[in-house]
């Protein structure tokens, strides 16, 4: 069993920033990999970026690579998406999940997030 809860969205403007945050509970945080997804109104889920347990690996998305950054303290049961230079295309509802295989499918994440907003403006 693990619950996450994500915090950390808002308003910002376009070329601004804000820091996304995850907390789960349990004591096997390490275990799991983590990513983040996003949906915007009358699209699909999409994938932003995963981290690996360990946070030694990440892999992102091409529309959000070199903006945002994952990372995850373990010791803080906690995974960050710090999202700069942020556009209008960016607003979107974003999630986190954790599963037992890190990929870019968010079929194969079995815990979720609540979800958290993030609008950007023009």
């Known amino acids: 069993q693990v619950q996450l809860v994500e915090s950390g969205g808002g308003l910002v403007q376009a070329g601004g920033s804000l820091r996304l945050s995850c907390t789960a509970s349990?004591?096997?945080?390490?275990?799991?990999?983590m990513g983040w997804f996003r949906q915007a109104p009358g699209k699909e889920r999409e994938f932003v970026a995963v981290?690996?347990?360990?946070?030694?690996?990440?892999y992102y998305a091409d529309s959000v690579k070199g903006r945002f950054t994952i990372s995850r303290d373990n010791a803080k049961n906690t995974m960050y998406l710090q999202m700069n230079s942020l556009k209008p295309e960016d607003t979107a509802v974003y999630y986190c999940?954790?599963?037992?295989?890190?990929?870019?499918?968010?079929?194969?994440?079995?815990?979720w997030g609540q979800g958290t907003q993030v609008t950007v403006s023009s």
């Open positions: 999940a954790a599963g037992t295989l890190a990929t870019t499918y968010y079929s194969h994440y079995s815990y």
């Open positions: 349990g004591r096997t945080f390490s275990s799991y990999a």
């Open positions: 981290i690996s347990g360990s946070g030694m690996n990440t």
